[in-house]
């Protein structure tokens, strides 16, 4: 399965979990504090998500939130 993910999507299924695992943690944020976003997200803790979303995005997760950055939702 690894290999028929990095062949058809182009990264490592690690790293497309990792995406999803953002993805999901950056819907709950608004509403969610970050340490509850994380948790239903599936990260271990809050340092996890802020790590990742600068590692993937980055930035941290408060700086993909904030209204008119690059990136933002609108």
Do not use: H, K, N
């Not at 695992?21 to 504090?33: C, G, I, Q, V, Y």
């Not at 996890?48 to 939702?73: F, K, M, Q, V």
């Amino acid at each position: 399965m690894r290999t028929l993910v990095r062949d058809w999507v182009g990264i490592p299924l690690p790293r497309l979990r990792l995406w999803a695992m953002l993805r999901t943690a950056m819907t709950e944020l608004p509403a969610e504090s970050a340490a509850a976003a994380a948790a239903f997200a599936g990260f271990a803790d809050q340092a996890y998500l802020t790590r990742t979303a600068r590692t993937l995005a980055g930035r941290i997760p408060s700086e993909i939130l904030r209204p008119g950055a690059s990136g933002a939702p609108a």
